[in-house]
């Protein structure tokens, strides 16, 4: 992985297929999952952009799908949830799913006994994977014993790994990653043929960023984390989703430019 003084990227293009990371992209972070607030004016641009696209606009988060649809309601955009568990290659296609193995409800239950001892810790189970927050003022305590019991738990969970973020850590399966989950949309009517662009924050969003630069697409960090794969940055979820609005309304202006045109 590489970086050092990242160029803007260029100007979104109608034969782009846009995969868009949520937390800490679109979205800013907050001390809880539930407590991330989505502007109106996001969700109208997401979909004025998924309409110049064509509908090659999807979301790809560690969220699960049904997750992402409350939030972006009425939305529901195609995507990939947890990390490529869940995939659903256009609006109403029934997700992908990954059965939990038995043993992630006691250990879910362990790391609850942590977080309480912990104001503002949190264990955040999405079914498949298991999530371990410490985002929150005053939770930091809890990551030293959150990482010893995920440790302590690959040997009950067959297949499964670790995967850290920003004040997180993960338990969830292998063989599955944002890179692989973006190869798979992209072989899907919807995506065929597009230049992917991928853009994310996180630890993450690395394998998405090296699977479109090796499909010769476009990779976006937004922040200042270092090393990263990514060829270009925006600096902040508000500069990008100010970003993605100017695209929005210039598709929208030239698309009505050329009806006045042809009219």
Aim: hydrophobic share 40%; aromatic share 6%; no cysteine.
């Amino acid at each position: 992985m590489m970086q050092t003084d990242l160029p803007l990227p260029p100007a979104p293009a109608r034969d782009w297929a846009l995969f868009l990371d949520v937390d800490g992209s679109l979205l800013d972070f907050a001390p809880r999952p539930d407590d991330v607030h989505v502007p109106d004016d996001l969700v109208d641009a997401l979909a004025r952009l998924r309409d110049a696209l064509d509908g090659a606009l999807a979301l790809v988060s560690g969220r699960p799908l049904a997750q992402l649809d409350a939030l972006f309601s009425p939305l529901h955009l195609p995507g990939a949830g947890l990390h490529g568990l869940e995939l659903r290659d256009r609006p109403g296609a029934t997700p992908d799913l990954h059965d939990a193995p038995e043993a992630l409800d006691g250990i879910a239950e362990r790391a609850q006994e942590i977080a309480s001892r912990h104001p503002g810790a949190l264990v955040e189970n999405k079914g498949s994977t298991l999530a371990f927050h410490w985002r929150a003022s005053g939770a930091a305590a809890a990551a030293p014993e959150f990482e010893a019991l995920a440790h302590e738990a690959l040997d009950s969970l067959p297949h499964y790994h670790l995967q850290p973020g920003n004040h997180v850590l993960e338990l969830r399966p292998d063989g599955y990653d944002k890179g692989g989950a973006i190869r798979h949309l992209l072989e899907t009517d919807t995506f065929r043929g597009r230049t992917p662009v991928f853009i994310g924050d996180d630890l993450t969003d690395e394998h998405g960023f090296e699977a479109v630069n090796e499909l010769g697409g476009v990779s976006v960090l937004v922040g200042t984390r270092t090393p990263t794969a990514a060829r270009t940055r925006i600096d902040s979820p508000t500069r990008l989703r100010a970003w993605l609005l100017e695209a929005a309304e210039r598709f929208n202006h030239n698309s009505s430019s050329s009806s006045e045109a042809a009219a």
